[in-house]
């Protein structure tokens, strides 16, 4: 089991227009009323990267950056955990569409934002961080993956990190066999101590075998969890704004799962 606090919280997704609103329709204080993602280009970025930056690169730098002005950290002070089960998926579809046709020319620019870790390197440049960035693909256990993954290098490394996670559907024919429900992105900055920022603690541990999967009571944002890898966050950022104990299950691959042991500070 591997212990670490929260100290900030970034958010967007349908309906979902930053942790301020988000954290009161999670706390069901508000009702929760779909909406298309608000998306935007972050002030972060040099213009010329602005005009460069695709869906997934302005979900991870707007909550990112919501997650670090929540904290009232540095964005250059903390390590990066991004995950994601596609990455660029118009990206890939545009990439698709010239490698089928002729002459099959892949401008740099979309060569650049094809790599998985592209938002990794938008966030370097927009945030001046020097500090380790790792970039995960794990399909629907993208985000679990991720928190695992954060939880232990906070840990071992005795690191601040953030996890940013961020999914966004593909276009037709790829939605078709790979359908992702919406854009989304939540991030998460992760501590080793306790501090007069904390939120609240979160206990993680990787457990073998199946569990009942912790699911959202509103059915619209139950429809959100299941149809967007990366909202299989709301859980827990529904137990982060409720601001009590609560015990969850996230699933992970092979019928395992994540037990997650959230307390406030």
């Not at 790829?174 to 989304?184: E, G, Q, T, W, Y």
């Not at 149809?227 to 609560?246: D, N, S």
Request: glycine content about 8%; proline content about 6%; hydrophobic content about 45%.
């Amino acid at each position: 089991m591997m212990r670490v606090y929260v100290e900030g919280i970034g958010l967007l997704g349908p309906g979902l227009d930053g942790w301020l609103t988000g954290r009161a329709v999670l706390a069901g204080e508000a009702a929760y009323v779909a909406a298309p993602t608000n998306l935007r280009a972050s002030d972060m970025l040099p213009a010329a990267e602005r005009r460069r930056a695709g869906v997934p690169i302005k979900l991870a730098l707007a909550v990112g950056q919501e997650a670090f002005l929540h904290a009232a950290r540095e964005t250059k002070s903390a390590s990066t955990v991004f995950t994601s089960s596609g990455g660029d998926n118009d990206n890939v579809h545009a990439i698709n569409n010239i490698l089928a046709t002729a002459p099959r020319e892949v401008s740099p620019t979309r060569f650049h934002n094809s790599v998985h870790n592209a938002a990794a390197g938008y966030w370097c440049i927009a945030a001046g961080s020097h500090e380790p960035s790792t970039s995960l693909c794990a399909y629907d256990a993208s985000f679990p993956a991720g928190l695992l993954e954060s939880a232990t290098q906070v840990t071992v490394d005795d690191a601040v990190v953030v996890l940013i996670a961020y999914d966004h559907p593909y276009p037709e024919p790829l939605n078709a066999v790979r359908p992702i429900s919406a854009a989304f992105g939540t991030a998460l900055i992760l501590t080793p101590r306790q501090t007069e920022k904390s939120l609240a603690s979160i206990e993680v541990e990787f457990v073998s075998g199946n569990a009942q999967e912790t699911t959202m009571q509103d059915a619209g944002l139950e429809a959100l969890r299941c149809g967007v890898p990366a909202a299989r966050a709301l859980p827990l950022l529904a137990a982060l704004a409720g601001g009590k104990e609560a015990q969850l299950s996230i699933a992970y691959f092979s019928d395992n799962h994540l037990s997650v042991r959230v307390k406030p500070c």
